[in-house]
T-cell receptor
Framework: EDKVVQSPLSLVVHEGDTVTLNCSYE??????LLWYKQEKKAPTFLFML????IEKKSGRLSSILDKKELFSILNITATQTGDSAVYLC?????????????FGQGTTLQVKP | DAGITQSPRHKVTETGTPVTLRCHQT?????MYWYRQDPGHGLRLIHY???????DKGEVSDGYSVSRSKTEDFLLTLESATSSQTSVYFC???????????FGNGTRLTVT
């Protein structure tokens, strides 16, 4: 059974801290891994990773994928209160042509002033 | 919101009643998905569509049916709502398989 596990499930930090969120997976014929940020409403897309070892970066956020060890990390440096959210990791299995995502449980990040 | 509208935004209904949730998109995307989100489970796929009248089941499809009679609309129906279907329902769309999904703002459904 395809599975995505995120850790930690929740995290509280102070502004300025650096955080690392983890995502491990077991899926059939891995195709890609995505990170989303969810505040009050809809998850919003952050990164999509398909190749191992390549870092995707956007401002203070970055992510890397290790296809050999079957995990990804999402780093946030110099955290701000606006980074408080649920961060979701999702994987697209390669079997079938559906594009459907399998999600982890999410990591709830709270950034205190 | 990438041109996705979900309706209603909130709904309270009684056990045993039928309920239909609507997802409307203005992006002309081929792929549409219905997910539910529950504490401790993340987002789980209910049904998806890969074209007009082309749909298939996801991992938690029992008790749900869908229809897609035109590109822009994807309907999710609970034939006889149960309390276990109390959840937040998200619709998502994508133009092609390898493109990230974009989500609507969700429908909060409470079954009493």
């Amino acid at each position: 059974e395809d599975k995505v596990v995120q850790s930690p499930l929740s995290l509280v930090v102070h502004e300025g801290d650096t955080v690392t969120l983890n995502c491990s997976y077991e899926v059939t014929n891995f195709r890609s891994l995505l990170w989303y940020k969810q505040e009050k409403k809809a998850p919003t897309f952050l990164f999509m990773l398909t190749s191992s070892g390549i870092e995707k970066k956007s401002g203070r956020l970055s992510s890397i994928l290790d296809k050999k060890e079957l995990f990804s990390i999402l780093n946030i440096t110099a955290t701000q209160t606006g980074d408080s959210a649920v961060y979701l990791c999702a994987v697209v299995p390669g079997s079938g042509n559906t594009g459907k995502l399998i999600f982890g449980q999410g990591t709830t990040l709270q950034v205190k002033p | 919101d990438a041109g996705i509208t979900q309706s209603p935004r909130h709904k309270v209904t009684e056990t045993g009643t039928p309920v239909t949730l609507r997802c409307h998109q203005t992006e002309n995307h081929r792929y549409m998905y219905w997910y539910r989100q529950d504490p401790g489970h993340g987002l789980r796929l209910i049904h998806y569509s890969y074209g007009v009248k082309d749909t298939d089941k996801g991992e938690v499809s029992d008790g749900y049916s869908v229809s897609r009679s035109k590109t822009e609309d994807f309907l999710l129906t609970l034939e006889s709502a149960t309390s276990s279907q109390t959840s937040v329902y998200f619709c998502a769309i994508s133009p092609v398989i390898d493109s990230p999904l974009h989500f609507g703002n969700g429908t909060r459904l409470t079954v009493t």
